[in-house]
């Protein structure tokens, strides 16, 4: 009996052994695709996180764009007594000096920032009206060159003290009031202590002043924060201090060189020389009443190196009733000034220049002009395509002055610096 019964129980011991390993075998699967699922699950999001990666790096890697700014700067606003007995209006006793403004105010219209001379002291009605030698000009000059479209003077020159401290200050109390910054004369130690600082498109941009002297008055005994006077070491330390406030660019206005000279003097070398030397990449030249060639010039260091700014030796006069040969002859300069966006790299990409001629009326040769408009700025680049286009503007007279005039002003000047790429 119990041997007929062994083969069942084998045979139900069989059949649970295979019900186990087909479990064994569905647990397996089951474990298997769950781990693959994870596997790629995983491999997924690594991938996704690495593409997440790759893209924030190719992110960091773009370049910033570079930055431009177009500097606008004229010369010498120089105000004789013929210039604001010009611009008064009997009438209304006021003064106007726009309308001798009124061809040249486009050129304006692009700066990033523009930069003019005030040789001149607004000293206020209280004092009477004078031309040379000591200057008190209306003070309604400040705001015609903030609607010409001015926004720094520079005032540090010969003249800064034609009327006092007490014009001194008066001065800078109106270039506030008509909104214009200013750089090189100061009310006070702490106002010559503070540089001016302009951002323009993103270079932070420096502005300084200095002046060989002061027509022989000496500074206020207490006072000598007054006027920045040209001094080695004087102007290290404030281009130090400039460079220690951030500034990326650093434009220095200087009153230098010898009146009525249309070429620079050794001096004159030297001090741009000196400048470039502790990174100063724009330098404008005041003070001779006549134009003087401009360079961008290089110097070579102690270490081989070399470093490279635009130099201008004089503007000329932008205005005045001067009548001594060169004396009228002026531009409204173009200074264009990249900051590379990966590098950080200040360079000079082009200067340009639109001469101008400083025309007196007295002689009625201009048909443009009204009795009262004296002085006027001529645009003389206008005036010969204008007639050579056969448009009746100006006459034969007023286009052979131009042509003459022109050609007199690219001789001084030399020609305009023009690259396009940065390589200065």
Known sequence: ?????????????????????????ILLVIILIFGISELISTIHNNNVENQEENISEK??????????????????????????????????GTYDFSPMFKYVTKYFEDATVAVGNLEATLAGPSRPYTGYPTFNTPEALATDLKELGLDIMTTANNHALDIGYTGLVSTLDYLDAAGLEHTGRARSQEEQNKIL?????????????????????????GKEYCVNLIDKDFIKQKIDQAKEEGAELICVSM??????????????????????ENDVKVILGCHPHVLEPMEIKTVTLEDGTTKTGFVIYSMGNFFSA???????????????????????KITIDNATYTPIYVYDNNSGQNPNANGQDRYELLDIETIIKEYEAGIGNWNQTMYNLAKTELERTVNILGPEIVDGDGAF
């Open 1 to 25: 009996m119990v041997g007929k019964h062994m083969p069942q129980k084998t045979k139900k011991k069989k059949q649970k052994l295979n019900y186990k390993r087909v479990v064994i075998a």
């Open 59 to 92: 992110e960091e890697k773009i370049i910033p764009e570079d930055s431009i700014a177009n500097i606008v700067a004229i010369g010498d606003t120089l105000c004789h007594s013929q210039n604001f007995k010009d611009a008064y209006n009997s009438q209304t």
């Open 197 to 221: 600082l302009k951002d323009l498109n993103g270079i932070k941009t420096a502005f300084l002043s200095f002046t060989y002297g002061t027509n022989g008055i000496p500074l206020p005994t």
């Open 255 to 276: 009153h230098w060189g010898d009146e009525y000279k249309i070429k620079q003097n050794a001096e004159q070398e030297d001090l741009a020389k000196f400048l470039i």
């Open 322 to 344: 001067q009548t001594y040969e060169n004396t009228r002859n002026t531009l409204i300069l173009n200074v264009q000034v990249r900051k590379n966006g990966e590098t950080g």
